[in-house]
């Protein structure tokens, strides 16, 4: 019999109180280390000090920003030195600490300060590199940590867009069934699923209170499993469609108007619902999903792209990746873009 190994966390802990008792948690996983290193922003860091001490790091290191330098930087820094890398923060720390982590063969621990995409658990990170944002592939972490007393304090912006990228899986895995009926790619049913769950995870449990901690909990968990999802397959296939080709294009393209990722991904998700594949239905289900989070106001404040500049993001997003969509299908319709009403 042939079985595959997926590398999965030591730790899951998703919860209240859970800084302050980060020992026991390692303890009760039988995880030992001789040194940790917190990776960490300043001002996080002065906020939470206090509860940062149960964490029991030989030290502190800041992250400014995500660019890769800031890995370059680490690198340095802790040359010689060994042990356990613990990054906190939001998407610039975590990715910048996957990267370091992954380049010097470490393990780490993510513990998000927001719920604001997936990247909490997943195989990817995006940096900066020479201006330019790019993915790197990455070893997932051995623990994922999410205190709710702290991501309840985050902005309830950061929280909506966690919303908005665990939703559109559904866009992703469209244009994945897409692909494996006109060029036959193969399609990992464990992934396929558990991408579909996480982002039904969210769609089925109505209005709630952004700041809940049984909102954030299962909102933590959905993410979780949506990263698994991207572990399994091998890639970000499961989680990422024409509606993630969209947004990168306007981070590549027009980096002054670029917003959070989660509300970028909502915003290319209802684009292609409404502009290819037509589906006035789930264009309604959709906005009134994001209405009731607030997130349909927030995507049509923050995305202010003009219908030419539309069009180069999509001619962009042909290209930006070997990632077969709905886009495909549509090539000619975006080479000649007749302009659609911002959504």
Not at 99 to 104: E, I
Request: net charge negative; proline share 3%.
């Amino acid at each position: 019999m042939f079985y595959r190994s997926i590398q999965i966390p030591s730790i899951l802990a998703v919860g209240s109180d859970l800084l302050p008792r980060f020992e026991d948690i390692l303890r009760r996983n039988c995880l030992y280390f001789q040194a940790r290193i917190l990776v960490t922003e300043e001002a996080l860091f002065d906020r939470y000090k206090w509860m940062l001490r149960g964490l029991q790091t030989e030290g502190v290191r800041f992250v400014e920003s995500s660019d890769i330098t800031e890995v370059y930087q680490l690198e340095e820094e802790l040359n010689g030195t060994t042990g356990l890398v613990i990054g906190f923060g939001g998407g610039k720390v975590l990715d910048v600490v996957k990267l370091f982590a992954d380049r010097d063969n470490r393990p780490y621990i993510s513990i998000p300060s927001a719920l604001s995409h997936d990247g909490i658990y997943s195989p990817v990170a995006r940096l900066t590199e020479g201006g330019r944002k790019r993915s790197f592939g990455v070893k997932p972490p051995v623990g994922i940590v999410a205190d709710l007393d702290v991501i309840a304090q985050a902005p309830a912006l950061t929280t909506m867009a966690g919303v908005g990228d665990l939703v559109s899986n559904l866009s992703a895995l469209s244009d994945w069934r897409l692909a494996q009926q006109r060029i036959n790619e193969p399609i990992n049913d464990f992934a396929y699923t558990l991408s579909l769950n996480s982002a039904d995870s969210i769609i089925s449990c109505g209005a709630m209170d952004l700041k809940s901690k049984e909102f954030l909990q299962r909102l933590a968990y959905g993410l979780v499993m949506s990263g698994l999802a991207m572990v399994m397959a091998g890639s970000s296939r499961p989680c990422s469609g024409a509606e993630h080709l969209i947004s990168h294009s306007i981070d590549e393209l027009f980096p002054e108007k670029s917003t959070l990722h989660g509300l970028q991904v909502a915003w290319g998700h209802l684009l292609v619902e409404k502009a290819f594949r037509r589906n006035n239905s789930e264009v309604a289900r959709l906005e009134a999903l994001f209405t009731s989070f607030g997130l349909l106001q927030e995507i049509r404040d923050r995305i202010n792209l003009s219908d030419s500049e539309v069009a180069q993001a999509l001619q962009m997003s042909l290209k930006i990746r070997n990632r077969y969509t709905v886009l495909n299908e549509n090539a000619g319709r975006i080479m000649d873009w007749p302009g659609l009403s911002r959504t």
